[in-house]
């Protein structure tokens, strides 16, 4: 089970780029690298996935090098509405063999 | 938004009595999961099911079952709620295991 190691918290303010690096050492052949965003008193939702090099959706970009050991979610020009805690989850499977862990994730406060 | 639902949005209990909370969904995906998160943990996972009648164990199921009879509803139990189990408790679905999950708007369980 691949684990993961993010930020606990990062600032950023308005109109700022913010990268949340995640490391996931020992990600596995098949695994997939996805984030999640969660506002308070709400579920987690879906930001975006990738398997290897870069991913762009009309929310964020994520880079992931050619090792795969990490990876990085790039929110363009973030605004307060950015305001959240961003989950890196690392796994793939199937039929049950995929435990998702989010862990504590990073949380993001952007200043005005 | 994905069609799902929780119920009861919000309880209070007393310890030693049962619990039931329900999912419901209407997409017809086959991967649904229940999870705990608490204030410096995250989202913890419980119990997913990777189709009717098939459940399996996540990371912090004692005290949980858990059960799926049909492919829209996942029920939680607590079989004698404990104050440990004072939580939020959101569900999730899947159409397959590393493919994005949807979250419900969560439950907020309250055991004095």
């Known amino acids: 089970l691949a684990k993961t190691t993010q930020p606990i918290s990062m600032d950023s303010y308005e109109g700022q780029e913010v990268n949340i690096t995640c490391s996931h050492n020992?990600?596995?052949?098949?695994?997939?690298i996805t984030w999640y965003q969660q506002f308070p008193s709400q579920g987690p939702r879906f930001i975006i996935q990738?398997?290897?090099t870069k991913v762009t959706n009309e929310v964020a970009s994520l880079f992931i090098p050619a090792d795969r050991k990490s990876s990085t979610l790039s929110l363009p020009r973030v605004s307060l509405s950015d305001t959240a805690v961003y989950y890196c989850l690392v796994g793939a499977g199937t039929r049950g063999s995929y435990i998702p862990t989010f862990g504590r994730g990073t949380s993001l406060i952007v200043h005005p | 938004d994905a069609g799902i639902t929780q119920s009861p949005r919000h309880k209070v209990t007393e310890t030693g009595t049962p619990v039931t909370l329900r999912c419901h969904q209407t997409?017809?995906?086959?991967?649904m999961y229940w999870y705990r998160q608490d204030p410096g943990h995250g989202l913890r996972l419980i119990h997913y099911?990777?189709?009717?009648?098939?459940?399996d164990k996540g990371e912090v199921s004692d005290g949980y079952s858990v059960s799926r009879s049909k492919t829209e509803d996942f029920l939680l139990t607590l079989e004698s709620a404990t104050s440990s189990q004072t939580s939020v408790y959101f569900c999730?679905?899947?159409?397959?295991?590393?493919?994005?999950?949807?979250f419900g708007p969560g439950t907020r369980l309250t055991v004095l």
């Open positions: 990738g398997y290897k």
């Open positions: 999730a679905i899947t159409s397959s295991s590393y493919n994005e999950q949807f």
């Open positions: 997409e017809n995906h086959r991967y």
């Open positions: 099911s990777y189709g009717v009648k098939d459940t």
């Open positions: 020992n990600i596995a052949t098949n695994d997939y």
